[in-house]
């Protein structure tokens, strides 16, 4: 064998080594460019559900706006409704207001005649008690001792 025949031979196998990386550094690099490519579609996907969720979001805040302002409209008609019946029937506020005030003092004052008798009862069961001998230093103190607290309770509402 010649020296060219054996440079030929040796190229051709650096050749066919050279070709065969080269194939395999090509399908490892066509693989990735799939792997993107799927990575890519996934991430197309992803935020296209990330927009269809904003939309949603969006149309959702949009109509419970439309419904605050709507029941805000509703609750300021009522409450102008509500005036002008005031005003029609001769009422004012401050007539609902002294009305329901009196009615509530007129409460107070009938549990505090239920209270002074019950204590009065109280005290004439205590007397009979007592002229009857039973415990009268007892009864007396106890009966002192009601007499002072109802009349703070008569005193301070």
């Known amino acids: 064998m010649t020296g060219l025949e054996s440079q ?3 190229l051709a196998s650096k ?3 050279l070709g065969q990386s080269l194939q395999g550094e090509l399908a490892a690099s066509e693989r990735r460019v799939s792997d993107l490519k799927d990575e890519l579609a996934a991430a197309k996907r992803r935020q296209e559900q990330h ?3 904003n939309d949603d979001l969006k149309t959702r805040l949009a109509e419970e706006r439309q419904a605050r302002e709507e029941a805000v409209r509703q609750s300021a008609s009522k409450c102008v409704s509500s005036m002008f019946y ?3 029937f001769g009422f004012t506020m401050s007539t ?3 009305d329901s005030s009196i009615s509530n003092l007129a409460d107070s004052v009938s ?4 209270q002074v008798a019950q204590m009065t009862a109280e005290k004439d069961d205590l007397l009979v008690k007592i002229e ?3 415990g009268a230093n007892t009864a007396l103190t106890q009966l002192k001792q009601e007499n002072v607290s109802g009349t703070v309770k008569l005193l301070v509402p």
């Open 8 to 10: 030929t031979r040796d």
């Open 15 to 17: 050749h066919s080594s």
């Open 51 to 53: 927009t269809q969720a």
């Open 86 to 88: 005031f005003m029609r």
């Open 96 to 98: 609902y207001i002294r």
């Open 111 to 114: 549990s505090l005649e239920k």
């Open 132 to 134: 009857a001998g039973e």
